[in-house]
């Protein structure tokens, strides 16, 4: 088996420093460049640390059973490194978010540069899968979101990715400018994984979510070794925004959290109370709308009136899925 870091691009920075993305490649012998590949790529955001651990473990994992690949699996463990190491969402000193400039440019300043090459890099593979995490603020189940424009495609695959929630977003929310869009514009299948909270890593989830990528580089025919069961993903097809409520803060406060999400609950049952530390008095409390499923909670306690609390999936919606009757994709 092949098993070697390679240096995918490098631009030079002030005082005698430079940016450097590697990726770590771990390839069956016979693979060729001809052969199947799938790219797992995280840490766009700097503060978003859950797929470092969904790399380390794959690359474990294979290392286990090496006769068992049979294609080439990348692994792109630090998409933006600096912010990384400044525990940044974006890049630092630039106030720019790198999943905003894609596809890039080879023409264009530092940045631009940096998000071509790394397209170049994925350009060919089989599958692409885009790990994120939550803000600092929000705690995610894990799930796949996906545009409509590549429903068709890319949500027959998403449903062997072992995650807890499929959800279609329409057309209108997608922004062109991402990496997951500019990969699926130029035939790349890209899968955008959203699980668990902003500068933490969650095992849990990074266990499942490795799972769900043994299972996807099975059905590709890269993997041949022990795969999991996965589970059935609750699937939402919201192009309209109809499927999900948002619940957000009536009023400033420290928000203490009753539900984790994963929960099922009843319209009018209490999430959590917002407290006002300073006069004391009734706490605030965070009711749902409707019976359903919580996949989204706030998870930092200071709130802002406004401020995001959660995430409600439509019960009929939750049961269509569980139950047999999906949702029609």
Known sequence: MIDEVIEVVSA????DERLVIRKHRLAAENA?????????VTGIHGDELEGQYV????????????????????????????GIDSISRGIPAFDLDMNRIFPGSRDGDMNEYVASEV??????????VDIHA??????????????????????????????DLVWVHGASTVLESTFAYSLNDIGVKTLVVETGVGMRITKEYGDQVTDGIFSLMQQAGIWDGPVPE???????????????????APASGIYVKEKE???????????????????????????APADGWLFTTREYPVVDAGSLM?????????ERSQYGTEHII
Do not use: W
């Open 134 to 163: 939550s803000n600092i603020f929000l705690t995610e189940v894990p799930q796949i979101r996906i545009n409509e424009l590549h429903r068709d495609v890319l949500v027959p695959i998403a449903r062997r990715a072992n995650v």
């Open 55 to 82: 790399c380390y473990e794959l690359a474990r994992r294979i290392r286990e059973h090496p006769t068992a690949l049979k294609g080439t699996v990348d692994l792109y463990p630090a998409m933006n490194p600096i």
């Open 12 to 15: 030079e920075l002030p005082v």
């Open 119 to 128: 397209i170049r890099d994925c350009r060919g593979a089989e599958l692409c």
């Open 32 to 40: 060729g460049d001809d052969g199947k590949r799938i790219c797992v």
């Open 230 to 248: 996965v589970r059935r993903p609750v699937i939402s097809c919201d192009q309209k925004g109809t499927d999900v409520y948002y619940l957000n």
């Open 310 to 318: 959660g995430r409600i999936l439509k019960q009929e919606v939750y």
């Open 261 to 287: 999400h994963g929960s099922l609950v009843k319209e009018g049952e209490c999430i959590g109370s917002i407290l006002n530390p300073l006069l004391g008095g009734e706490p605030v409390k965070i009711t």
